[in-house]
């Protein structure tokens, strides 16, 4: 097996996926496999691709099952040392792959890592951070490091995080295969949004390391906003509102199914965010309180989960409190 192999899932991407692949193919690292799976695609994606990277095999869902249950394939179906999970509307820096093998080569005990993650804007490349990584708070809200920042170098070291973005996370093969969970590393109830989070606690609570790779550049497509870590209580809510309501119900739902596995002890800090956040939802997004039937019809397979996690649980607890604020 090649010693990356990149999964990329494509979901009504034509208007990405023929820079994102190009920037995949023009690597100056080359001992790697990609697999592109298509969530049931009804644009011009899987037509684009057939016609103009007729070599590349993709495997045809006939709906969206979700990010997390296809990457889940596509990893298990590989056995590189390495996974990178590829969004579509991400362009690579040429030496993007290079700069991060070469990286993960010298740091064992990093199980995952992210590059300097720039915004693409208009198809535009820009100098504003979309993500150099996950941070986390004390109350368990957790945003993208240096989100919305303009880039002048302040994040150019090398430095350890919290976590890596589900924009291209990259991980050690060996750091998944010791925290999977009935053959999902993913958590696939989450169906999409947060699985990243989640996927970036179990990992620290297994005793790996995340990093920040600024020297491996890529490119993503995203609004510019304000710095994201920075966002007063109204400033969040508008970015709330900004959003589609699929988007607000998986993210609100999936954020109570983390903090529900992994949230250590009970927290006031947490607790009065949350209740802030459920009275905004119970008067702006109504709609939004649905994911609470959710929660309790998984409340019991959640706490399965939650037992399994901490029973096996390597790092100390010095260790997340490093991260939690």
């Not at 993007?96 to 080569?105: A, I, Q, R, W, Y």
């Not at 709609?287 to 096996?312: E, F």
Request: proline share 2%.
């Amino acid at each position: 097996m090649p010693k990356v192999s990149i999964n990329l899932v494509t979901w009504n991407g034509e208007r990405y996926i023929e820079n994102c692949l190009r920037s995949v193919l023009a690597q100056t690292f080359t001992d790697y496999s990609i697999i592109i799976l298509d969530n049931g695609s009804h644009d011009k994606t899987l037509e684009l691709i057939n016609e103009r990277f007729p070599h590349l095999k993709v495997i045809k869902h006939k709906e969206n099952l979700g990010f997390a249950k296809v990457h889940n394939q596509a990893i298990h179906w590989t056995r590189s040392d390495y996974v990178v999970c590829l969004n579509q509307d991400v362009v690579l820096a040429k030496d993007f792959l290079e700069k991060m093998v070469e990286f993960m080569d010298k740091n064992p005990m990093a199980g995952s890592a992210t590059g300097k993650i720039l915004r693409l804007q208009d198809g535009q490349q820009t100098n504003y951070i979309d993500s150099l990584g996950l941070k986390s708070f004390k109350n368990f809200r957790v945003v993208d490091l240096g989100s919305g920042e303009v880039d002048e170098g302040q994040h150019n070291l090398a430095e350890e995080i919290f976590g890596v973005s589900g924009a291209i996370p990259f991980y050690r093969r060996k750091a998944l295969e010791e925290i999977i969970y009935q053959k999902e590393f993913f958590d696939e109830s989450f169906f999409s949004y947060k699985e990243d989070v989640d996927l970036a606690f179990r990992l620290q609570i297994g005793g790996w390391r995340a990093w920040k790779v600024p020297a491996a550049i890529a490119y993503h497509d995203r609004t510019v906003t304000t710095t994201v870590d920075k966002l007063t209580k109204i400033q969040v809510a508008k970015n709330r509102r900004k959003k589609s309501k699929f988007a607000n119900f998986y993210s609100y739902r999936n954020h109570l199914y983390f903090l529900i596995k992994c949230l250590p002890k009970f927290s006031w800090r947490v607790f009065f965010y949350e209740l802030t956040k459920f009275f905004y939802i119970l008067v702006f997004e109504f709609g939004t309180l649905r994911a609470l039937g959710d929660v309790l019809r998984n409340r019991k397979q959640l706490k399965l989960k939650r037992q399994v996690i901490w029973r096996n649980a390597k790092a100390k607890g010095d260790v997340l409190e490093k991260w939690l604020g």
